[in-house]
């Protein structure tokens, strides 16, 4: 490519150049068909923009306010794992692209920088997310030091019961790098070793941090005397050894215990699910189908916004994600409803390809085209953006009737 990359699909090229082989699939890669995949982005182009002419956009105001915070565009970092294997800096160098932004950094359990390292890093607002692990004393003392450092809301992750098949990853055998590791987890065995006193198991190959490797052995298929990574996706049997498929609308109440962090529940796809969250007691809704690498066939994001949206009923705001690459997605995201809309891959990429700048520029990238979609719509402040701004297909295909 010549010169500097202009949009997100450039910045993926640059990842792609950047990155071994193995890593660039697992963080582009989808569930099995990848149907999902294409539609979440391919959902966005068939909705077209309606825009008004003549109104005076000499100022844009692309400021919002999520969950009391202030933020300089309706943009948060999606929560995405292991970010040291796009670049050596992980998740301190997205964070403080985050920052330089002004957007909110969502950082992964499954970071590979600690939750104090993040924190201490820089002064972006940051929200951490959860997967709950059968060891519910692990995922409580996450949460605890996250909230301990400063973060302000607990992202409830929900959709993965177990990980969605990704066949990229099996035929890779997709492994992390040793010196890695799950750091974020790492850090919180420290405290609690008693419990893992059986590290006999040293001997399996040490791609994962202690607990990781402990919980993996438990998988081990004791007639072959073979782990199950070695026959397929590491990180799979990584979510099969250590999430508790077992999670249910009950354990809310759990969460609601152990701190006092406003709760956003992500993976909502149908309106049914958002009542129950509401019902629950959740602080906010992100309506995602995991970047679609769970179920394959899911409904891409975008069609089910505006179904969650009015089941909500305003009652609490409502987040976005999944293939947004453009800054007109951002636009239509909001015009359907959403309060803000999170970016997963984008981010990565910008990481891939040229650490905290590369973070910096695609969010800058987004904001400017958000900027530009909303200047030539006719609309200041997000707060003009409305629903008739935009027609999805099936309004199109309706008029044509
Ligand atoms: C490589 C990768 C890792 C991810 N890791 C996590 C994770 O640890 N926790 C989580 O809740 N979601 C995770 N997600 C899902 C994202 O939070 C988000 O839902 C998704 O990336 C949005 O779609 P987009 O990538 O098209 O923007 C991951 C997504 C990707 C691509
Ligand atoms: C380590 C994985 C469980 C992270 C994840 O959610 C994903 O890869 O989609």
Redesign the pocket.
């Known amino acids: 490519m010549a010169g500097e990359p202009v949009n997100v699909n450039e910045f993926q090229e640059l990842a792609r150049q950047a990155l071994p082989k193995m890593y660039y699939d697992?963080?582009?890669g989808g569930a099995e068909d990848q149907h999902t995949l294409k539609e979440?982005?391919e959902s966005f182009r068939r909705i077209i923009i309606r825009p008004r002419i003549l109104v005076d956009v000499s100022k844009i105001d692309m400021s919002t306010t999520i969950l009391g915070h202030k933020t300089s565009a309706p943009i948060m970092i999606?929560?995405?794992?292991?970010h040291k294997l796009a670049h050596h800096e992980g998740e301190v160098a997205t964070a403080r692209g985050a920052a330089a932004c002004d957007v909110i950094m969502?950082l992964?359990?499954?970071?590979t920088c600690t939750v104090e390292e993040v924190a201490s890093s820089c002064n972006a607002v940051r929200f951490f997310?959860i997967?709950v692990y059968k060891r519910r004393d692990i995922t409580a003392l996450m949460v605890h030091r996250a909230e301990k450092n400063g973060f302000g809301a607990i992202?409830l992750?929900a959709d993965?019961p177990r990980l969605g098949r990704r066949e990229a990853d099996i035929k890779n055998k997709v492994d992390v790098d040793s010196r890695i590791s799950f750091n974020n987890c790492d850090a919180r065995i420290h405290a609690i070793t008693p419990k893992i006193k059986f590290l006999e198991y040293q001997t399996l190959r040490s791609c994962f941090s202690q607990v990781m490797q402990t919980e993996m052995f438990m998988l081990t298929d004791r007639s072959t005397n073979k782990t199950l990574q070695d026959k397929g996706s590491n990180i799979e049997a990584l979510a099969a050894g250590t999430f508790d498929a077992s999670l249910c609308w009950k354990d809310i109440e759990w969460l609601k215990s152990i701190t006092k962090l406003p709760i956003l529940i992500?993976?909502i796809l149908t309106s049914e699910d958002a009542i129950k969250a509401i019902e629950a007691g959740v602080a906010g809704i992100?309506v995602?189908?995991?970047?679609?690498?769970q179920l394959d066939y899911a409904p891409a994001?975008i069609s089910v916004l505006e179904e969650v949206v009015h089941a909500v009923q305003g009652k609490v705001p409502v987040f976005y994600?999944?293939?947004?690459?453009r800054g007109t997605d951002i636009f239509k995201a909001l015009a359907l409803g959403a309060k803000a809309v999170?970016?997963?891959?984008?981010v990565?990429y910008g990481l891939a390809a040229k650490g905290e700048l590369g973070v910096k520029q695609v969010i800058q990238m987004l904001k400017d085209e958000f900027e530009l979609t909303m200047a030539l719509s006719g609309c200041c402040s997000v707060d003009d953006i409305t629903r008739s701004h935009v027609k999805t297909e099936k309004e199109r295909f309706i008029c044509r009737m």
């Open positions: 697992y963080y582009t979440n982005v999606a929560p995405t794992a292991m969502g992964s359990y499954m970071s997310q997967y992202i992750t993965t992500k993976g992100i995602s189908n995991h970047g679609a690498r994001t994600d999944g293939g947004v690459r999170l970016i997963g891959r984008a990565i």
